[in-house]
């Protein structure tokens, strides 16, 4: 997570979005980087509002845009799916070195999820605190050029991008009926990424 005290902006991180390349980018121009551990780095909607939404509208002000990128979701399992096959995955119980995607996404869609494809949900991670806290400006992942140029106008800098933490390159094969079945249970998953203008 990072907070620009000036351009009253908090850039949350979702999970395999790209954000560990947009943290080492912008983290000389934050006032606060939040990079360890994972479960601050990567708070979510409703730990944002309860743990540095208070903190941050106290000192900084009350009017603040939260940003976030979401994934197409199919792309998204996908990446978790590689991001599991890395070397040092191999002697860790969670690896997909002898899962399909195939296999992996329908473990997703199981109501108890194998350790394998428990990765949770971007809708969920997104999700409006109950006291209406809320993301209030979304970019698309494969839209990198349109959140590049609105972080460049609002931070008035330049910013130069680099690749980070990308996972192997592998085929990713989804049945129709597995894709079926995400598309029904995860359908939030789907509508989340297709409202983004």
Known sequence: MLVFAKA??????????????WQ?????????VVSDPPELKHAPVFRYNRFFRPMLEKFISEDLEVLAVIR???????????????PFMRDRPNNTFDVSFDEF????????????????????????????????????????????????????????LNRENVSPTLPLTLSADTEQ???RKYSAEFDLWQSIG
Not at 72 to 83: F, M, T, V
């Open 8 to 21: 009253r902006l908090v850039f949350l991180s979702v999970p395999k979005t790209g954000t560990t390349a």
């Open 72 to 86: 197409e979701p199919i792309d998204w399992l996908g990446s978790w799916y590689r991001y599991r096959r890395r």
């Open 181 to 183: 079945k995400l598309r």
């Open 105 to 160: 996404v329908d473990g997703y869609c199981r109501g108890d999820q194998p350790g394998y494809a428990n990765v949770g949900s971007q809708a969920k991670f997104v999700e409006p605190a109950g006291n209406g806290t809320c993301v209030t400006r979304y970019f698309r992942y494969e839209d990198p050029a349109g959140l590049h140029r609105f972080l460049e106008d609002r931070l008035a800098t330049k910013i130069t």
């Open 24 to 32: 080492t980018a912008l983290a000389p121009l934050a006032d606060m």
